[in-house]
Every structure is written in structure tokens, then in C-alpha cells.
């Protein structure tokens, strides 16, 4: 008995979207234009192939924001429940937080963190000669 409203309101919903998108297929208007029947990407045309590959660089900053997303959630519960953990909780937070900096060490290492223009020692040396010979 107590299942009976919620199949109730997921026979609703389903319902009203079933309905609605049949009212919207026979009411509608249909003209449709190569342009309207192109796929829409943020109001920019589709250019290249879908299927190509990603750079290295986007799957590093999906992991960083995956470090700080899951930091965050994790940390949230851990701070409410603190004083009920005692120390098995502490514990199990700085065992977490050494698992989070080598994520960490790891991006930082592949130079996820560096966002500014790529310089190399060569380039650093080059720039310091210039400034001296500036100065001079």
C-alpha cells in the first residue's frame, strides 16, 4: 500500500511527458531547413569529427576538479560527525588526505597547475641574458 502514490505520481509523470510531447509532434509546426535539422553546438557550427581525440591535457583537469569534487564532498559529513569518529576518524581523514596529495604531487608533476605560457629553462636563460644586457 505504501507504493501506491509513488507509482500514482511516476504514472502522472510519465503521463503528462508522453502527452505532451505527442501534442507538440501534431500541433507543431514543421518546416524543417537544412539549418534547422543541423546539430546544435552552443551556436557555433559543428566543425571536424566527433570522434577525435581529446588532448591529454582536458582528462588532467577533469581529474583535478574530480580531487577537489570528491575533497569537498567527502570533508563535509567527516566535519558534522568529528566529534562521534574519535580518532578512527582522524585517522581515516589523514589517511584520505595523503591519498589526495599524491593526486596532487601526481598533476603537479605533469604540469596540470602550470597555467600560465609554457617556459623552458633555455627560454628563462635567454630572458635573464636579455634583462642583464638591459640593465647594462
Known amino acids: ?5 509513488l507509482l500514482i505520481m511516476t504514472g502522472l509523470g510519465l503521463g503528462f511527458a508522453v502527452v505532451m510531447i505527442l501534442l507538440s509532434s501534431l500541433l507543431g509546426p514543421k518546416n524543417p531547413t537544412p539549418e534547422k535539422l543541423a546539430p546544435y553546438e552552443c551556436g557555433m557550427p559543428a566543425v571536424g569529427d566527433a570522434r577525435e581525440r581529446q ?6 583537469v577533469a ?10 564532498a567527502f570533508l563535509y559529513p567527516w566535519a558534522v560527525a568529528l566529534r562521534d569518529l574519535g580518532w578512527t576518524g582522524f585517522v581515516q581523514i589523514v589517511t584520505f588526505f595523503l591519498i589526495l596529495v599524491v593526486g ?3 598533476i603537479w608533476r605533469k604540469g ?10 633555455a627560454a628563462r636563460a635567454a630572458a635573464r641574458a636579455m634583462r642583464e644586457r638591459n640593465a647594462a
Request: no cysteine; proline share 3%.
Open 112 to 121: 596540470v597547475l602550470d597555467w600560465g605560457p609554457a617556459t623552458t629553462s
Open 55 to 60: 588532448s591529454v591535457k582536458f582528462y588532467l
Open 63 to 72: 581529474m583535478v576538479f574530480l580531487l577537489f569534487d570528491i575533497e569537498v
Open 104 to 106: 596532487y604531487i601526481y
Open 1 to 5: 500500500m505504501g507504493w501506491l502514490g
